[in-house]
Every structure is written in C-alpha cells, then in structure tokens.
C-alpha cells in the first residue's frame, strides 16, 4: 500500500506540473480587458486546454520588465511597433517561425513581417486627432492641432507613451524641420502649447477619463480609443487631416525565454483567426488585420479598414526615433516636468 501511495504520489505531482506548463503567459496593456477576455481569452482556453495570465502596463514598462528579466516570464507580449522594434534591438525576441501559423497568408501583406523576421502585426491602426466638434472648430492638419488655442483643453501622450515621440516628429513637420536632425524648432512649437495642455496621458483609459470628465475637448490618440470616447461624449469627432494620420502596426513576439512556445505560436494563429478579428473590430477593440473581415459602413469608419485606408497612412522611422529618444524625454520634460 506505501508503494502505491508513494506512485500516486508521484502521478499528482507529475500531473501538477503538466498543468502547470501549459499555462500561457501573455503580456498586454490591459485596455478593454472584459472584451478581450470574452473574444480571445475565454474561447482560447477552451480550445488549447490551458490557462491563461497576464502580465500588465505600458509599453516602456512591460518591455522593461521583460529586457531586466532576460526575456523570462512571458510567453506572448504585445507591443506597438515604436516598442517592439526596441525589443529588437536590444535581443529579448525569438526570431518567428512563419510556418507555424496557418493564418498569415490570411492577413494584409503589411502585417506578416513588418520588422524583419521577429513576429507579425495583429492591428494596423492610424494616431491622429480627436476633437469635441460642439465646442472646438474644425481642426484639419496638424498646423491646426498645434497652432489654435482649444480652449486650453489639450491633451498629450506622454513621451515615453507610443504616441508621445511622434508629437515632436509632427511639431517638426509643422515648424519646418525634420526633427531627427534639428529638433530644436520641434520644442519650441511643443513649449508653445504648454499653456493649453492639461495633462500628458500615459495610458488609453486615462485619456478617455479626461475627457469624459470634461477636461479635455482635444487629444492625440490611436484609433481603438475612439468608440470609448464618443460613448463617453458623442461630439468627439476624429480629425480628417489633410496630411494624414500616422501608421501604428500592433505586434505580436515571442520573448527568447518563453516557457510554452508551442502555445505561443497557437495562441497568435488564433488572434489573427477571421472569427476573432471581426468580434474585435466589431466591438471597438482593434482595427482588422485579416482581409476576409467584412464590416458594416459605420463601424469601417471607426477604423484603418482595407488596403487603401493603409496605404493613406504615414510610416514613421522607428530606427531614427529610438536612437533620438532619450535626448527627446529631457527636452520634453523641460517643457512638462517629470
């Protein structure tokens, strides 16, 4: 009887750790989480058998936290490409192999291998500009977002937010330079506004709080964010600018010290599935990636959906920015504090 208790013993345990490996750990911003959960998370567990955790937060922090652990920890992050391209750069990513997802010839050319080897986008969306049409005027071009007053209820993405190092590639636009090799008339126009911005946003939802409490009419921001604030205020109008929005390829990579690879590869075949992409486009949560999706007139509108809405947009030159950065978030902080 010892012997058997001993091999029972032995089974559960081998059985806890079996369970234990097959829990896949995802890394994200954690923005429309109760939608998430119920279009990807709930019905991939189903379907792997497996359980899911996540790990939290921003892109400069969840990378962080990545890079200091050397790549462990996590099995999928999520990361816009200013930030994935940073993961790149300093070897916390596998390279991908493309074989292993039935869905990738499925997706929009643009998103299959966007940064060399290291893992497709799952969302093509634009960063433009949002105004409360009841209360600013009209704003079409970037001249208009820095030059006009607004009310004095501007909101920035922080600098070390995705959209934030592109407000100074869009102030050098509009000053005249390019602000990789002079960023100097970039910060003057910056330091021009300070007077009219409330507060620099470091996340989706706390952008959307500032201006459902009506503290903000006028933002820079990413394309997911617009159903929650016209639900918030319905005046909340995206800006059709004349020289157009910024391209922003969402990314999925799998860190050099994943644990469960082989889930890693499952679970991004399946966020690049048809099924998964319409529920999210449908429901505001991404733009879709996967050209079978069809949508409905008014909820296009609500994204950078098909080829011609791509093209329109404007790439930005992660390389140069990176490399600029760290100088861009003293001269910011000149202007805003930390």
Not at 165 to 173: D, E, K, L, S
Not at 254 to 279: C, H, W
């Amino acid at each position: 009887m010892k012997k058997l208790a001993s091999i029972s013993a032995i089974a559960l345990l081998a059985g806890a750790a079996s369970a234990q490996a097959e829990t896949l750990t995802v890394s994200w911003w954690g923005y429309n989480g109760d939608k998430l959960n119920a279009n990807l998370i709930e019905p991939f567990k189903e379907i792997c058998g497996c359980d899911v955790v996540f790990e939290t937060g921003n892109n400069a922090d969840r990378l962080g936290k990545l890079q200091a652990r050397g790549g462990r920890g996590v099995d999928v992050i999520f990361l816009t490409d200013a930030y994935s391209q940073v993961g790149i750069e300093r070897g916390v990513f596998q390279e991908f192999d493309r074989s292993r997802l039935s869905n990738l010839d499925e997706i929009y050319p643009i998103a299959r291998d966007p940064q060399g080897g290291f893992g497709p986008a799952y969302t093509v969306g634009r960063i433009g500009v949002v105004y409360d049409s009841a209360s600013v005027e009209p704003i079409t071009s970037w001249s208009d977002f820095f030059a006009a007053d607004h009310g004095g209820m501007v909101s920035l993405p922080g600098i070390t937010t995705t959209g934030g190092p592109m407000v100074v590639v869009q102030a050098g636009m509009v000053a005249g330079t390019d602000a990789y090799e002079d960023a100097d008339p970039a910060f003057d126009l910056i330091a021009s506004m300070e007077d009219k911005v409330v507060k620099n946003y470091n996340s989706g939802s706390e952008m959307v709080n500032l201006v459902s409490t009506g503290e903000v009419q006028v933002t820079m921001t990413q394309d997911f964010t617009l159903r929650s604030l016209t639900q918030a205020v319905d005046t909340m109008t995206w800006a059709d600018l004349e020289d157009g929005d910024i391209a922003v390829l969402n990314t999925l990579n799998i860190p050099t010290g994943a644990e469960n690879v082989d889930l890693a590869y499952q679970f991004i075949d399946y966020v690049l599935s048809a099924e998964v992409q319409q529920k999210q486009a449908e429901q505001g949560v991404d733009a879709p990636i996967n050209m079978s999706v069809e949508l409905a007139p008014e909820e296009a509108a609500m994204w950078t959906y098909g080829q011609d809405a791509i093209d329109a947009l404007n790439p930005m030159d992660y390389a140069k920015m990176n490399a600029a950065k760290s100088d861009w978030i003293d001269r910011w902080n000149e202007i805003f504090g930390m």
